[in-house]
């Protein structure tokens, strides 16, 4: 069935550093691939996304590329904020899934010190 | 409005005890979604209405019951709850169930509940 890995977690990094979080997917035909955040005491919020292969979701900062061929939607940020930590979900949504439930990734903990 | 909204915040119940959550948007979504979250984890979904119906059941406990009185409102009827049912419930919404590939879902900010 579909699935989505992403890196483990917690990554913790100064702040202004760079950030990748890795999130590669398995399913059927073309999904849509998501973000969504999760600050602490909070629902999920959507970051972004991205509907087909080549699209790159962006919003904050945050950038995203739905890479077909590698099959991979890795989260990145040129200069992350104290105000970023969170934990963060890769998810998945196939066209083919059965009510287009939406994939979770285990999700990456982000803490980032001053 | 845009959003999701989820009453009430927070819940302790005990095991003997009945209450409901309930989940409310006003964007036109047509497809509302129970999720059960334990921390740090992944939301797990338990039920999907599409159109005011019961499409997806998760093999969710018949201690939890779902009920959807219009297409604005999903509330879910707790009775006999153990501890380990200690978690965050999220609600969600998409445009149609076979559209959230397109638009993916909005969460609502979901009940923190505790079972004494």
């Known amino acids: 069935g579909d699935s989505v890995t992403q890196m483990e977690g917690p990554v913790t990094l100064s702040e202004e550093a760079f950030l990748t979080i890795n999130c590669t997917y398995t399913?059927?035909?073309?999904?849509?691939l998501f973000w969504y955040v999760q600050y602490p005491g909070e629902g999920l919020q959507l970051l972004l996304k991205a509907t087909k292969a080549d699209d790159k979701g962006s919003n904050k900062g945050f950038e995203a590329t739905y890479r077909k061929e590698t099959t991979s939607f890795h989260l990145e940020k040129g200069s992350v904020q104290v105000s970023d930590s969170a934990v963060y979900f890769c998810?998945?949504?196939?066209?083919?899934?059965?009510?287009?439930?939406?994939?979770f990734g285990q999700g990456t903990e982000l803490s980032v010190k001053p | 409005d845009t959003e999701v909204t989820q009453t009430p915040k927070h819940l302790v119940m005990g095991m003997t005890n009945k209450k409901s959550l309930k989940c409310e948007q006003h964007m036109g979504h047509r497809a509302m979604y129970w999720y059960k979250q334990k921390a740090k984890k992944p939301p797990e979904l338990m039920f999907v209405?599409?159109?005011?119906?019961?499409?997806i059941n998760e093999s969710v406990p018949s201690r939890f019951s779902p009920e959807c009185p219009n297409s604005s409102l999903l509330n879910l009827h707790l009775h006999a709850l153990q501890p380990e049912d200690s978690a965050l419930y999220l609600c969600?919404?998409?445009?149609?169930?076979?559209?959230?590939?397109?638009?993916?879902?909005?969460f609502g900010s979901g009940t923190r509940l505790t079972v004494v």
């Open positions: 209405y599409s159109y005011e119906k019961l499409s």
């Open positions: 998810a998945l949504s196939g066209f083919y899934n059965q009510g287009g439930k939406l994939i």
């Open positions: 399913a059927t035909g073309y999904p849509s």
């Open positions: 969600a919404s998409s445009q149609e169930s076979g559209q959230s590939f397109n638009y993916g879902y909005t």
